[in-house]
């Protein structure tokens, strides 16, 4: 299995609405880095993470002029050597931050590999726990109008989301509880409903928000403050409402603070953006430690794998970006639950030549 060759690719896609909120503003572009990776003998893996139209050039330059060196020659099934090998190559300025983006991509693109060899579908091959993942309807919705917010409400429900997130954060927080107020009469009691601040607030703020918050019996409040203010957090949850914290956290040390503070209830790593599925895998035993569930962040088609392997997995957010108009085989969802591809590796066929016109 000793790698031969190592390519990355790098494209500019277009997000049309743009995406907004609180912390961010107008997303307008998303950049996505694919690596591929095949070895001597002709078996072939990929890999990708994201960046939202920054910082994308650095993430490439880490893989090719930094990582490609010291994978190329090197067993690509000793995926866990591999990783600790590029972790330790560049922890000068590594350890979190473009060095896990970059890590993330050649990760995944060594564990498709592997399954791809095995014939097996990448969850069966992580341990195969369930492959009907809870999942719920990820929301850019902040400045929508509450009428656009509703109506797009019922068309997810329309599509078969049994579960969906909103976005809050808005600069008055009464309107946050007017617009919490509307989803919940709308989807009746007992509908999963989740919000997400987006790191908006402050401490104070944040503790605020919980209390006006909390009547509406929420899955839970995302990312209320900034991702590593963890005495923050536990303040938040303090006030008696679930938190899901985690998708810019980028390290396993970073997610060992956020629990061992009290910080959340629903730890949410982001493969894509934590080091890989091997980073994953690793949070979601940790928070299975601290008899806590695992959720995650975006990217679905690969996240619906690593969930339907764990046996602490909770709900998997669909939200890709747009990139299904790019993916040979979108996500299935079936009764209110996402089902995890049956073909070896991830699955994910992208459409290269499609592609190919947003390349950078």
Known sequence: MTIAALDVSQYRLPLDPPLTDATHGAMTVFDLIIVDIRTEDGATGSGYTYTAGRASGAIRSLIEDDFKPLLIGADAGRIEALWQRLWHAVHYVGRG?????????????LWDLKARRAELP???LLGGHDPEVA?????????????????????RIEDGFRAIK???GRPNVHEDVERVGAMRNLLGDGFPLMVDANMGWRAGAAVQAARLLRPFDLVWLEEPVAPDDFPAHRRVRDVGIPVAAGENLHTLA???ALLAAGGADFPEPDLATCGGITVWRKVAALAEA???PVTSHGVHDLHVHVLAAAANASYLEIHGFGLEQFIAHPLEMRDG????????GHGVVFDRERLG????
């Open 97 to 109: 931050g473009p060095v896990s983006f970059a890590q993330a991509a050649v990760d995944v693109a």
């Open 122 to 124: 990448l969850w069966r």
């Open 135 to 155: 999942c719920y309807a990820g929301g850019i919705d902040l400045q929508d109008p509450i009428e656009e917010l509703l109506a797009r409400t019922e068309r």
């Open 166 to 168: 909103m976005k809050v």
């Open 254 to 256: 970073e997610f060992q």
């Open 290 to 292: 601290y008899g806590l």
């Open 337 to 344: 639950k996402a089902v995890a591809p049956d073909r070896p």
């Open 357 to 360: 016109a947003f390349a950078i």
